[in-house]
């Protein structure tokens, strides 16, 4: 928390300083929100990556039956892994199902990625007309105990490495050119699964998800950075962030996204996700994964 406190209070004291509007912040990936939902919807964005990269996913329902597993449910907005679970078979989709169907917000189900290793691409582009990605990270989720996990900060067997400088000047710009082919962020972070970074190099992957609300980059949670290393990160890409911010062209109504955001789940969505469900027994943990 206190690594978030200290970007948010930068990324002020940096927009203040050449003059940039920090409450534009949340018009960075404005286009790609949806006002309709009132969300950053993994589906629309799922629509945004090229086959090749694109696991399959679907508004979950009991018409969807996956044809193996491991698979994944998802509510279709959230941060920090929350309220991710894994399903190892048949029965215990159909538990969860039943434990899920008073959730406020509808769940996505997704296969599972095939690679052995899964990596996050943090960027932030000020200009999306030069072809450079003002800061560009590339760091692994480094997880030994489970083959196919649900990693975040909040899982105790994950560790995450800054790999970053494994990669040459070359090899960063391709794979923030592949970035690139999806959208045109202001601001992301894309987690992929390859099995080696030279199969990730040569664009061999599959995206788990693409965070654009508020994507941390995850390379300050590499435990081997000094407190140092953090701040001169942090000054560089959330002056980098208000560059962006800056450089926004001026909008005549921009979108209420924070707030849109902040109510979304408070109520069943009213859009169709399948038929109903059958009630099941209860679940017993409520989280498959930490």
Known sequence: MHITIIMVVTY????????????RYWQLNARYFSSEQGIFSKLLLDALIPERWRLHQSIDSDAVLPSSFPVFLKPEWGQN?????????????VTLRSALDKEPQRYLIQQAAPGRREFELFSIDANHNDGIHDVFTITEAVNGLERFPINSKYNRHTRYADITAQFT????????????????????????????????????????????????????????????????????AMMSLAR?????????????????MMLYGRQRSSLPSGPARQP?????ERFIQP
């Open 12 to 23: 002020i004291v940096c927009c203040v300083r050449i003059g940039a509007a920090p409450w």
């Open 81 to 93: 892994a929350h309220g991710i679970y894994r399903v190892d078979s048949h029965a215990q989709l």
């Open 169 to 236: 000047t070359e090899q960063q710009a391709v794979l923030a050119g592949y970035l690139s082919q999806i959208g045109q962020f202001g601001i992301s972070r894309m987690s992929v699964r390859a099995d080696s970074s030279e199969e990730l190099i040569a664009g061999n992957f599959h995206v788990i998800e693409i965070n654009l609300f508020l994507p941390m980059p995850i390379n300050l949670l590499d435990g081997s950075y000094t407190w140092a290393q953090r701040w001169k990160f942090i000054r560089r």
């Open 244 to 260: 962006a911010t800056r450089l926004l062209k001026p909008e005549g109504r921009p979108q209420p996204i924070f707030a849109r």
């Open 280 to 284: 099941a027994q209860a679940m017993g």
